[in-house]
């Protein structure tokens, strides 16, 4: 009877009866694992258990990293895992396992390597996803990687308590200069920057300028008007001021619409900055293109890019910074825009935009894609390992690990977590330039205006010709909003209309509200096509709105975060 028991607590364990050889075995790992891990301890309590010395071989590891050293060598993070307790030979085939889940690994040696909640193996799968590492590729148990992993690698091991890690001061002073909480905004500004940078300005120059040290890129996303280039205009100051005569060109490229507002603030900031805008006919352009060398600033657009980039990659310069304003214009990575600006050649890329880029994780991979080519791995990788498991799954692991990636790379301030620092109002003044069928029209009216003017003058003298005289400057103001005002039939462009759709676009996008004025009631009847278009939602108040749907439209306005935009006649406003 006691016989019968102790067969079935054998068979209950997965022995089947090896007839042939009058013996009982495991037939598969699983099973194996099973009885070593649990089933075991049962036998050894219940029973007097001997063991042959092969069985001995048949034990579970644990997993051990044992030490670490870490070290930024010759522009390259060696990180030493010469002590893990798994053979260089089969980190990856464990790897693999542990990222179908199974619960073991049988070693080479027989044994098994036990994979269930490991902190060490933990930390050696998200080095290697984070990472993009093979561990097929080991050599001596040495991974080499980008310096920029930096501070990835450092994240990871301010969570990993379990071993002693080396690290020697290369790698320590990174850290230390890159974490946002050491940001020494006492690196010393240029002599010639007319303007007292606010401290959160000089924080965001010295950031930029400690990736620079590194020959980092990074994405400043400050909100709209907390001075975004201001503090590259300073970045780029104080590299001309400590450079000699070889000293090179830095390019911006910017929407068309505020291409003259870089020029403007340069004049007015940094006015020591030899600045060209790349502007005119081709052979205009070409001729400046040419003639870069002889300037600190080159400024174009998006659009004149895509027209010139044979011209620039023929001159095959390479640039102090390559500067990509409102860089949301790179979102999408198979336009022209994305693929033109890539061409270019710099020692150091910025990004700047005021839209929180984790709007779009295809646009953050692009602009990354941009600053510092390869750090989010191909598109096609990215969207494996991040995108899809974050957008569709929700997985919070991959949002973890991308965010780990991602942050020492972007400074994103805020208008409320600045507040103490920012004035009452600011103020900020865009220039804008006709597009060509608008300036025809413009030109054209100008002249046949003076004429009538002139005549009307000669005729009745200057007093008695001030209606006249006002209506004209009436029209030719219209005509500089959009000559769709007068002209009935006209299908064309206004510029002025494109950068104010470009401003409420960024606006909106970075959760803000606008109140919008305008003297022509009938500039709003185009505004609203295009707010309807982008499927911006808005109110308008005119002077033909009844004063009790006024203060209705105000109240809904401030208590309802859907409503983004609002239209005022400045009579009614």
Not at 151 to 168: A, G
């Amino acid at each position: 009877l006691q016989e019968n028991r102790n067969l079935n607590i054998i068979k209950k364990s997965g022995f089947m009866l090896d007839v042939k050889n009058l013996r009982f075995i495991l037939p598969n790992d699983e099973q194996i694992y099973e009885f070593l891990t649990n089933d075991i301890n049962y036998y050894m309590q219940k029973f007097e258990v001997m063991v042959t010395d092969n069985f001995k071989t048949k034990e579970v590891k644990e997993p051990k990293l044992g030490s670490i050293g870490v070290k930024v060598e010759n522009n390259l993070l060696n990180i030493d895992l010469t002590k893990l307790s798994i053979s260089p030979e089969e980190i990856q085939e464990v790897m693999d396992k542990y990222k179908i889940k199974k619960k073991f690994y049988r070693l080479k040696d027989g044994s098994f390597l036990n994979l269930n909640e490991n902190e060490d193996i933990e930390f050696l799968d998200k080095l290697s996803s984070g990472m993009d590492i093979n561990y097929r590729d080991l050599k001596d148990n040495v991974i080499k990687l980008p310096v920029n992993r930096t501070l990835y690698l450092n994240e990871l091991l301010k969570k990993f308590n379990n071993t002693k890690t080396t690290k020697n001061s290369e790698y320590k002073q990174i850290v230390e200069n890159l974490e946002k909480g050491n940001i020494d905004e006492e690196i010393p500004l240029p002599k010639e920057v007319k303007a007292d940078l606010r401290d959160y300005q000089k924080i965001g120059y010295s950031w930029l300028k400690t990736l620079e040290n590194y020959k980092f890129g990074g994405i400043l996303a400050d909100d709209m008007g907390l001075g975004k280039t201001l503090q590259l205009l300073t970045v780029i100051e104080s590299y001309i001021e400590k450079s000699d005569k070889d000293k090179k060109a830095s390019i911006v490229i910017s929407p068309s619409s505020l291409a003259l507002n870089w020029m403007a603030e340069s004049k007015k900031f940094t006015p020591n900055i030899k600045v060209q805008v790349i502007s005119g006919t081709a052979n205009e352009r070409k001729q400046k293109i040419t003639d870069i060398k002889n300037y600190d600033l080159v400024i174009t657009s998006y659009d004149l890019l895509k027209r010139d980039i044979e011209k620039y990659k023929e001159l095959n310069y390479t640039f102090k910074y390559i500067i990509a304003d409102e860089a949301q214009y790179l979102k999408n990575s198979n336009t022209q825009n994305a693929k033109a600006i890539k061409e270019l050649k710099a020692e150091t890329r910025y990004a700047l935009t005021g839209t929180p880029i984790e709007n779009s994780l295809a646009e953050l991979w692009s602009i990354f894609d941009y600053i510092m080519p390869g750090y989010l791995f191909q598109y096609k990788k990215f969207k494996s390992m991040y995108e899809t498991p974050i957008v569709k799954e929700e997985n919070q692991e991959a949002m973890t690990k991308l965010k780990m990636l991602i942050e020492p790379f972007v400074l994103r301030r805020t208008k409320k977590e600045v507040l103490t620092e920012l004035p009452e109002k600011t103020i900020t003044v865009l220039n804008n330039n006709m597009d060509d069928e608008q300036e025809k029209i413009y030109m054209s009216y100008l002249a046949k205006a003076k004429k009538e003017v002139a005549d009307q003058i000669k005729v009745n003298g200057f007093e008695k010709s001030q209606i006249m005289i006002l209506a004209a400057l009436t029209r030719l103001r219209q005509i500089c909003c959009h000559p769709g005002l007068f002209i009935s039939d006209y299908k064309g462009e206004s510029s002025k209309l494109s950068q104010c759709m470009e401003i409420i676009e960024d606006a909106v996008d970075s959760g803000h509200k606008i109140l919008l004025f305008s003297g022509y009631t009938s500039m709003f009847d185009i505004i609203q096509k295009e707010l309807i278009e982008r499927n911006i939602k808005y109110f308008k108040l005119t002077d033909s709105t009844k004063v009790s749907e006024s203060i209705k439209l105000v109240d809904d306005f401030n208590n309802n975060p859907d409503i983004k935009i609002f239209l005022f006649s400045f009579k009614a406003g």
